[in-house]
């Protein structure tokens, strides 16, 4: 969302420090074996580092402590503090006693009632009733807030909270500590940081409340209970729910309309492990950072520590490659796809038929006829101007980017409706005044009707809804692409979701959508992005979690990901809008789009614990202190070292650029697989071709003879050292007798280098 992409302001603490340079805030990391015995607490010793390095500020008073520096003390996150200093203050933590790195604080990037049947959840079968949908699994998210109102946050039939949680539902201005129950049980907001940066802001509503919608849609879609007669002015109308209805929900607000900052985030995240959240949703993420660089992949290391799993989303960047942020190897990355539906009007020729075209206009419209009339590029602001009572067609030359400007010239002229003739326009687009996108044919054939008659008239029926879209689901183009920049060597993203148009919970006192010069407003909005798609995977880690209370963060990633489908409802493979509608690459999609219900029965999976985390910063050579900075550990083992984490995904890199013509290399994987099914079976492999690649498994036959049994493969790639294609890609499957699990890995060859 646009409105995230603060640039980051630093504030003089003029008030405090006049005589000071300008500050700014960090997040600093310390190495707590190093605490002299004399402090009680982390707290009280950082108070006492800060002190040390502010001169300025202890000469005033002897007793002072630079309280007003100290911005968060982190329990779980880090081992560390964040704090305004200025270059100096800076300069001299550098030299105190513990101190390991510290980052200046930045803005991060904040990227229904279908996509249930979508994605083919039922209650009477599958993962909705094996995992009690979701029940009891505590959903974090961290967001903008929540509407504790919202009808999809009832809390009917639903049993007291888990003993085990220690969150809170924090007062504040217009939120009550009584505005929790048993669906939302907790809510806490996170101002510090945004403060630090502006001491003289004025935050609109300084509470948990939502003042932007971002927060209560996702968390009503990760575990929005049952709404009847959902929609969005008529469009989408049916009952809504999230993923995992049973789940609860928690609210850390650390996103602000004045602006979000990683050391509320991170204080967000450090909360919500202390609080005791099962899952954590965070359709955020910051561009373009090492790991040890990256709050967010340090924190999320710390909730993987306490078995938390962690899905974010990948970020709103595409179609190109390397866009994508959260390519953590410990955390889920969520790409966004299209559903089965669309949200359209009819446009009615009388006798000579109708067609239909995208559209998402909120009022009402007259169901009488009006004159229509063909002003091809529509570029003649005036002459638009004088057009009165009559709806005008535009058409949008291939391969320009006028279309925006039709629209704006159409709506500022302030005809009776706008149909846009376009082959750009792929997902139903809001638009405050009655318009309509057709496909090209349609158009044409409009532009025809038009052309031959003397006087013609057409009507438009707006708000209609239309299911079993083929093929369905698609690759969305605004998906960020991997390869990841952080750490190439683990294929990112990991899985797709529903990102278009989904519907969820709204504040109803924020405008949901514009008619004219009006706001408007509703229950409910469909947006897009892969925000909307990560909450999705939120909810549906929440159901695996809730069916199998013991596996790790990886053990469910796995699952989702080996299960997921590569075909469309047309039997095809999942195709890339962004890419001419070719077939997705795993780049684009990762290993698939989510099935939930195949989730519930992996057969295997590829399990990782913290130390092959570890194993892994040690292969990307990571000094000590970086190492230290992730783990908060100063003794890290790092005996074996290896880029080859027990990944359920392949990717190899044949990008030597100054390769001698026709030599080859052979790169190798190492994996282990667990049998999470029931009892003995035998496993077979097979790979689909992968154009001028050889790929072997051995060994390709796996007996088991025990649940959670290991067996261990390699699988090694043999191709050209300077790859043509940019990307080639196939699967590797292991399938049991009778195919009874269907275990499958993308594997992905690419000559793309990340450039850092
Ligand atoms: C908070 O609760 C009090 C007492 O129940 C009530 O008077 C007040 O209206 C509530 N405020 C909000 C914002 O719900
Ligand atoms: C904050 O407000 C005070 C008092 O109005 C003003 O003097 C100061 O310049 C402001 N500081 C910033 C950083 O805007
Ligand atoms: C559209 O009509 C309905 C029913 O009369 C009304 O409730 C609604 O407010 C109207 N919508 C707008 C945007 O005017
Ligand atoms: C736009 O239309 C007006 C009125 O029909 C006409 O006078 C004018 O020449 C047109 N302008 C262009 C650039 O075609
Ligand atoms: C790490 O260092 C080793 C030994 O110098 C080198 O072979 C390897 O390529 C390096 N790995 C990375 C990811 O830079
Ligand atoms: C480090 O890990 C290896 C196994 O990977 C183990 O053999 C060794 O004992 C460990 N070293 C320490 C100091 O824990
Ligand atoms: C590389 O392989 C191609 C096709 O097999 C062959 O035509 C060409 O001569 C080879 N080039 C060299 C330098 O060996």
Known sequence: MAKHLYVCVSFTISFIFIQLAKADNYIVHMDLSVMPKAFSNQHSWYLATLSSVSPNSRAKTNTYIPFSKLIYTYNHVIQGFSASLTPAELEALKNAPGYVSSVKDTTVKVDTTHSFKFLGLNSAKGAWPVSNFGKDVIIGVIDTGVWPESESFNDNGMTDVPSRWKGACESGSQFNSSSCNKKLIGARSFSKGLIAHNPNITISLNSPRDTEGHGTHTSTTAAGTYVKDASFFGYATGTARGMAPGARVAMYKALWEEGAFTTDVIAAIDQAITDGVDVLSMSLGLDELELYEDPIAIATFAAIQKNIFVSTSAGNEGPDVETLHNGTPWVLTVAAGTMDRDFVATLNLGSKGSVNGLALYPGNFSSSQFSIVFKDACD???????????????????????????????????????????????????????????????????????????????????????????????????????????????????????????????????????????????????????????????????????????????????????????????????????????????????????????ALDPGLVYDATVQDYVNLLCGLNFTAKQMETITKSSSNNCSNPSLDLNYPSFIAFFNDRDAKPNSTAMLKFQRTVTNVGDGSSTYRASVTPINGLKVTVEPDVLVFKAKYEKKNFKLSVEGPRQLNEAVSFGYLTWEDSGRRHVVRSPIVATSYKIEK
């Open 380 to 598: 003649n602001t005036t002459e638009l101007r004088e057009i009165t009572q009559k709806m005008v067609v535009c058409r949008d030359p291939d391969g320009d980017d006028s279309l925006n400007d039709q629209v704006n010239n159409v709506h500022l002229a302030g005809n009776t409706a706008g149909v846009f003739i376009t082959n750009t326009v792929d997902i139903s687009v809001q638009t405050p005044f009655p318009a309509i996108f057709l496909e090209q044919k349609d158009g044409d054939a409009v532009v025809d009707f038009i052309k031959t008659n003397t006087d013609p008239k057409a009507s438009i029926e707006f708000k209609k809804t239309i299911l079993g879209i083929k093929p369905s689901p698609r690759v969305a183009s605004y998906t960020s692409r991997g390869p990841s920049y952080s750490c190439p060597s683990v294929l990112k993203p990991d899985i797709m979701a529903p990102g278009d148009s989904v519907l969820a919970a709204w504040p109803t006192n924020i405008a949901a959508a514009r008619v004219n010069d009006d706001l408007v407003f509703s229950n409910f909005n469909i947006i897009s992005g892969t925000s909307m798609a990560c909450p999705h995977v939120s909810g549906i880690a929440a159901l695996l979690k809730a069916a199998y209370p013991d596996w790790s963060p990886a053990a469910i990633r796995s699952a989702l990901m080996t299960t997921s489908d590569q075909i469309d409802n047309t039997g095809s493979l999942i195709k890339d809008i962004g890419d001419n509608l070719q077939p997705a690459t795993p780049l684009a999609m990762g290993a698939g789009h989510v099935n939930p219900n195949k």
